[in-house]
T-cell receptor, first 117, second 110 residues
Framework: GAGVSQSPSNKVTEKGKDVELRCDPISGHTALYWYRQSLGQGLEFLIYFQGNSAPDKSGLPSDRFSAERTGGSVSTLTIQRTQQEDSAVYLC???????????????FGPGTRLLVL | GQQLNQSPQSMFIQEGEDVSMNCTSSSIFNTWLWYKQDPGEGPVLLIALYKAGELTSNGRLTAQFGITRKDSFLNISASIPSDVGIYFCAGQLGNTPLVFGKGTRLSVIA
């Protein structure tokens, strides 16, 4: 079946511009996560959506970062007034809702590679 | 944010050798996961562990969930060239964001 998809796969932008990154989760998954991976680093949590609950935004590094999830499916991560330190791979993951062990397993998309010049 | 201590950071091994890597944490988790990431791709789940003390195998891969719930290891037996990549451990408590290690970069010399 289809996995998590993300677009664009690569994005080059100029410092100060806004960017939007898109994530299509696996059909039926109610939880959606955004992570950021800087060069040579592990993944850093950004934001988490679970069903209709208010999102967990505790990982967002600044108020220039925001995300929304429309209709409980597709999510968009927006970075306003991009800075060079925002350059990273932005990864999206989805999972089923809490329940039996294994349903929380997160499956990742291929990521969007963002380069801010 | 919180991160796991993953070691070693990198490994260079001969094809056919066994590999071992581990992760430790100062806090407990109720799930430990091991992912592999190839260049230009997202992490792919290798093994998931849900119970303290659990030992699980997936082909040539074996992973264990430490009895203290604060550590896990991954072993790869008889390595092959396609094992090359970055291996990440991740801990999870309930349906919460994963906490990742910084990864172990594995290089296999044929």
């Amino acid at each position: 079946g289809a996995g998590v998809s993300q677009s664009p796969s690569n994005k080059v932008t100029e410092k100060g511009k806004d960017v939007e990154l898109r994530c299509d989760p696996i059909s039926g998954h109610t939880a959606l996560y955004w992570y950021r991976q800087s060069l040579g680093q592990g993944l850093e949590f950004l934001i988490y959506f679970q069903g209709n609950s208010a999102p967990d935004k505790s990982g967002l590094p600044s108020d220039r970062f925001s995300a929304e999830r429309t209709g409980g499916s597709v999510s968009t991560l927006t970075i306003q007034r991009t800075q060079q330190e925002d350059s990273a791979v932005y990864l999206c993951a989805s999972s089923f809702s809490p329940g039996l062990a294994g349903e929380e397993t997160q499956y990742f998309g291929p990521g969007t590679r963002l380069l801010v010049l | 944010g919180q991160q796991l201590n993953q070691s070693p950071q990198s490994m260079f091994i001969q094809e056919g050798e066994d590999v071992s890597m581990n992760c430790t944490s100062s806090s407990i988790f109720n799930t430990w996961l091991w992912y592999k990431q190839d260049p230009g791709e997202g992490p792919v789940l290798l093994i998931a562990l849900y119970k303290a003390g659990e030992l699980t195998s997936n082909g040539r891969l074996t992973a264990q969930f430490g009895i203290t719930r604060k550590d896990s290891f991954l072993n790869i037996s008889a390595s092959i060239p396609s094992d090359v990549g970055i291996y990440f451990c991740a801990g999870q408590l309930g349906n919460t964001p994963l906490v990742f290690g910084k990864g172990t970069r594995l290089s296999v010399i044929a």
